[in-house]
């Protein structure tokens, strides 16, 4: 058996938050759509109009899903840039800042897509009588959750820095 397989534990249900489920379901909507327009393009010669522009705006929804769950294990890319270059005692300092600006970029984004929620209520879909609201909406929702996980985030990286900085508290742990 090989390393990488060793360390894997099967997936359970229950571990799964709700992103996973949203990302989960938007994808394999996204499949399905994709895969009725290949074949109805392709085999009926007759396209279906509203998939290309359905599957976008799932696409677009899919990606801000896939960026809360990157927000939620720590996985996006501006956390590890710096780690090889800046010195021990830094890091975690470094860390924080980080997710100052990423807490700051979301808040921003956060606040753009509620400015536009408004806005853009008269105005549908071009293949499909649907408001693009709801497409801004869920976007906000998972803008949300991305805000909420990056403070969580951003807590326990401050507790770490702080326990660490402490010599009372790395002592009482050391007995």
Not at 89 to 103: P, S, T
Request: hydrophobic share 55%.
């Amino acid at each position: 058996m090989d390393n990488l397989e060793a360390h894997h534990q099967p997936i359970q249900l229950k571990n799964l938050h709700v992103e996973d489920w949203v990302c989960l379901i938007v994808f394999w909507g996204l499949a399905l759509i994709l895969f009725a327009q290949f074949f109805s393009r392709y085999v009926f010669n007759y396209p279906l109009g509203w998939s290309e522009e359905v599957s976008r705006y799932l696409l677009i929804l899919l990606a801000f899903a896939g960026a809360s769950i990157a927000s939620r294990n720590q996985a996006h890319i501006a956390m590890t840039l710096f780690h090889r270059w800046v010195p021990k005692r830094m890091l975690g300092m470094l860390e924080i800042v980080i997710e100052c600006f990423n807490f700051v970029v979301i808040c921003v984004l956060a606040y753009f897509c509620l400015q536009i929620i408004p806005l853009i209520a008269p105005h549908s879909l071009a293949s499909i009588p649907l408001s693009l609201t709801w497409v801004y909406q869920i976007l906000f929702v998972f803008l949300l959750a991305m805000l909420v996980r990056t403070i969580r985030v951003l807590l326990s990286k401050r507790q770490n820095l702080t326990n660490k900085s402490n010599p009372l508290n790395n002592q009482s742990q050391g007995l």
